[in-house]
């Protein structure tokens, strides 16, 4: 009798643990969202350390930054020192004007690829998108596990 308490404890467990880290479309969407906000405070002037460890706590211990056109394929740690050098050098120049948006998505397995525009809010508030770009986002354990631009 103990022994299938014990095996029912576990399995519930397990199944518990499963959904925790489960992340369906909304959920990543909602991920997303919010590494593109981390990313425009990256990008601002005046960003710091913080800010670039704030948005790679958004990703998965072993997510992989892959920029097709550019031949960049980063861990955690080399995208933090990649960040770091830009901001040593004064790179990002955005102001709170300067804003990604998301224009569509298609959700997948464990994955959701984006279309996306960098933008500016103009002084009516309206949104000035720029040209549209592709992101393809994978998820580990219900994190950001691999961001791959294909722009």
Same mark, same amino acid.
């Given at each position: %009798? %103990? +022994?299938?308490?014990?095996?029912?404890?576990?399995?519930?467990?397990?199944?518990?643990?499963?959904?925790?880290? $489960?992340?369906?479309? !909304?959920?990543?969407?909602?991920?997303?969202?919010? +590494?593109?906000?981390?990313? =425009?405070?990256?990008? @601002?002037?005046?960003? *710091?350390?913080?800010?670039?460890?704030?948005?790679?706590?958004?990703?998965?211990? !072993?997510?992989? #930054?892959?920029?097709?056109? #550019? =031949?960049?394929?980063?861990?955690?740690?080399?995208? &933090?020192?990649?960040? %770091? @050098?830009?901001? /040593? &050098?004064?790179? #990002?120049?955005? *102001? &709170?004007?300067?804003?990604? &948006?998301?224009?569509? !998505?298609?959700?997948?397995?464990?994955?959701?690829?984006?279309? +996306? $525009?960098?933008?500016?809010?103009?002084?009516?508030?309206?949104?000035?998108? !720029?040209?549209?770009?592709?992101?393809?986002?994978?998820?580990?354990?219900?994190?950001? $596990?691999?961001?791959? /631009? +294909?722009?």
């Amino acid at each position: %009798m %103990m +022994y299938k308490l014990k095996l029912a404890l576990l399995v519930s467990m397990l199944a518990f643990s499963a959904l925790a880290t $489960s992340c369906e479309s !909304s959920c990543q969407l909602e991920q997303i969202r919010a +590494y593109f906000a981390a990313l =425009d405070k990256v990008s @601002r002037q005046g960003s *710091t350390p913080t800010d670039i460890d704030a948005l790679l706590a958004l990703t998965h211990d !072993s997510v992989n #930054y892959i920029h097709v056109e #550019y =031949d960049a394929n980063f861990d955690k740690t080399t995208w &933090r020192q990649a960040f %770091m @050098r830009n901001v /040593e &050098r004064g790179a #990002y120049q955005n *102001t &709170r004007a300067n804003e990604v &948006r998301i224009l569509n !998505s298609i959700a997948g397995k464990n994955h959701t690829a984006i279309e +996306y $525009s960098h933008g500016v809010i103009q002084a009516d508030g309206s949104w000035q998108a !720029s040209h549209a770009l592709l992101v393809l986002f994978g998820f580990t354990e219900g994190k950001i $596990s691999l961001v791959k /631009e +294909y722009w």
